[in-house]
């Protein structure tokens, strides 16, 4: 659930998206079926999907906007993980700093996210 809100607040997941079936990213996961058809239920009470029987889950036209907290919250997690794993791969945490500057200098100038998958 955490990973398609940031999705979504992110730009990655536009309006009209087609989510992964069910099925399809029970596996990619792997996660059990359940767990997967409860969040896509969450995530439609909030309103940012809605499913269409027969067709598939997809990206609403207009999601809401998330509240600040709840961004800080999104980054929290996601800046935690990056700590952890800068510990096990023994960046210092000035590296890591000068990373997210860097990330954060480059996006503002127009430049790809993807720069960090490099």
Not at 76 to 93: D, K, N, R
């Amino acid at each position: 659930m955490d990973q398609i809100r940031y999705q979504i607040a992110g730009g990655m997941l536009r309006a009209g998206d087609r989510l992964p079936s069910v099925r399809d990213l029970a596996r990619q996961l792997p996660a059990n079926q359940n767990t997967v058809l409860k969040a896509y239920d969450l995530l439609e009470r909030d309103g940012l999907v809605e499913r269409r029987q027969g067709d598939g889950t997809f990206v609403v036209d207009a999601p809401p906007t998330l509240k600040k907290s709840e961004r800080l919250k999104q980054v929290a997690g996601i800046l935690a993980q990056a700590a952890a794993q800068s510990v096990h791969f023994e960046i210092a945490p000035q590296e890591l700093h000068d990373l997210l500057d860097r990330e954060i200098r480059a996006l503002s100038q127009g430049g790809s996210h993807e720069r960090s998958a490099r």
